[in-house]
DNA sequence: ACGCTCGTGTGTATGACATACACAGCGATG
DNA sequence: CATCGCTGTGTATGTCATACACACGAGCGT
C-alpha cells in the first residue's frame, strides 16, 4: 500500500514543497487545466483522455506518467476549481447572514462549473480547497452555541442541499436548451389525471409548476432561495432552542 | 418528431392498455426487470445491453427492437422500483407526520436500490410512480395553508434532501467497505491543520467527524434524521407564519 | 569515456461499451 | 400463394480506459 510515486492526495497537499519553475513538459497541473476546460466547455462526458492529451500536443498515454487515472484526474479538478473566496474568510457575527454568504459563493462555483455535480463519489474529496470551504462554513457559526457536531451537521446539511439544487438546476437547463422549455409544464398539465393525483393536479391548476422561462438567471437563485431560506429557519429554530 | 413506434413514456402511460397474456418472447418489461436485477447487485454500472440480453438468454441487438436505448432504460428502471406504499395513500392530518412518514418510505426505497442517485439526469423523470410520489407529498400539506407553489417547493426540498443524502451515504458506504472504515476520520484529524483551519480543527478534536463505525444501519437513519428534523423546522415556520 | 539507471514520452494492443445496419425467419393478412 | 411487418441475429464501427514494451536522453558513479 506504500505509494513510490506521489498519488493524488499527496500531490495536492504537497504543492507548496515544489513549485520553483514551470518547466516545458507535461505535469498535473496542466493535464487539470487542459480537464477543467474540456468540461466547462462540454460537460464531463467531454473529458477524456485522449481529448486531454490532444489538446496539451501529446498522446493518450502520456497522461499516465503525471496521474494515476481518470479519478484522480477529477478529483484534482474538485479541487482546482473549488477555490474559496476571500470575502469569506472573515465570517460577521449574525450566522445567517454569513451563511447565506458562504451559501451565494458556493451557488456561483457550482453554476460555473456544472459538471460537479456529475463527477462520480468515491467517499468524501478530502482536498485542501474543500476543507477551507467547510473550515468557513463552521467559523459562520462560532457564535450560535451550538455543539461542534451540530455545526457539523448544519454545514453536511446546507452543502447537500447546494449540491442538490446545482443538479437539479443543471438538468432542467439542459432540458430547457432543447425545443423543451414550457413542454415540462405542458406535459405535467396533460398527464396529472385529476382522479390519481388530485394533490398534485391542484398545484398545477395554481400554476405551481408552471415554469418561468423569462427571467431564466434571477428566477434560478430565487427558486434556490426558497428551500435555503426553509433550511436557515430551521437551524434558527435549533439555535433559539439551544440558548434557551 | 412523431413515433411510430411506442417511446418510453408511452409504454408507460399506456400500459394497461395491452397487458393481455405473458408471451414468450422478449419485451420491454422483462428487459427492465432484468436490468434492475443488474443494478441491485453491481451498482449502475453492471448494467450494460450486453449483460441484460445475456440475462435473458438473447443477443445484445435484440434489445434495440423494444426500447430505444439505454437512456430509455434507465427511465423504465426507476419508475419500476418507485411503486408508492399504500399506507401513503391516506396522509395523517399532522402533515409534520405526514412527511416523515414519505420521508421513510422514500428513504427505504432509495437504500434499497442505491443505484437510482447514480441515474443521469436528463429532465425531470415524469413517470407515473414519480407523479404518485409528488402527489403523496402534496396532500401531506393540505391543510397547512401554504401556497401551492411554497407545497411544491417544500416537496422539492425534502425530495432533493433525501436524494442528494442518500447519494452521500452511498458514497460513503462503499469507501466504507473498504479498509477505510475509520481512515476518513484518521485523515480528516491528521490534515486539519489548526493554522488553516481553525474551526474545522476544533470540529474534528470534538469529535464532529467521528464516523461511528459501530452501528451502521441505525446510525445512518438517525444522520439523515438530523436534517430533516432542520428542514421540517423551517417548514414548521412558514406554516405558523402563513397562519398568523 | 563507459555503461547504468531513471524519468518521460510513445505506439501498439486489449477488452468493454453503445449502437448502426443489413439480413433472416415467421406469422398474419391481402 | 405472395407479401409485409415484426422480431431476433451477426457483423461492424467508433469511443473509451488502460496495460505493456519500447525509445530516447540526462545524470550518475566508476
Do not use: C
Request: no cysteine.
Amino acid at each position: 500500500m506504500d505509494a513510490k510515486a506521489p498519488t493524488g492526495l499527496d500531490l495536492l497537499w504537497g504543492r507548496d514543497a515544489a513549485a520553483p519553475a514551470a518547466r516545458p513538459g507535461l505535469n498535473a497541473a496542466r493535464i487539470t487545466q487542459a480537464a477543467v476546460e474540456l468540461a466547462d466547455a462540454g460537460g464531463l462526458d467531454a473529458v477524456s483522455m485522449a481529448r486531454i492529451a490532444e489538446r496539451l500536443g501529446f498522446t493518450t498515454m502520456s497522461l499516465y506518467r503525471h496521474v494515476q487515472g481518470k479519478e484522480e484526474i477529477f478529483l484534482l479538478m474538485l479541487d482546482a476549481v473549488a477555490a474559496v473566496p476571500a470575502e469569506l474568510d472573515e465570517p460577521p457575527s449574525d450566522w445567517r447572514l454569513g451563511l447565506q454568504r458562504w451559501s451565494l459563493a458556493q451557488w456561483t462555483m457550482l453554476r460555473a462549473h456544472a459538471w460537479i455535480v456529475d463527477v462520480p463519489i468515491s467517499g468524501p474529496p478530502v482536498t485542501p480547497n474543500q476543507l477551507t470551504w467547510t473550515d468557513r462554513a463552521l467559523a459562520t457559526l462560532r457564535d450560535t452555541g451550538l455543539t461542534e457536531s451540530e455545526k457539523a451537521g448544519v454545514v453536511l446539511l446546507v452543502a447537500t442541499y447546494l449540491h442538490s439544487s446545482a443538479r437539479l438546476s443543471a438538468g432542467l437547463g439542459e432540458a430547457a436548451s432543447g425545443e423543451s422549455v414550457a413542454a415540462y409544464s405542458t406535459l405535467l398539465g396533460r398527464l396529472a389525471d385529476a382522479e390519481r393525483f388530485p394533490a398534485l393536479r391542484r398545484a398545477v391548476d395554481a400554476g405551481a409548476y408552471d415554469y418561468p422561462a423569462d427571467a431564466a438567471e434571477e428566477d434560478r437563485r430565487l427558486d434556490h432561495s426558497f428551500g435555503l431560506d426553509r433550511i436557515l429557519d430551521g437551524v434558527a429554530a435549533l439555535i433559539s432552542q439551544r440558548a434557551s
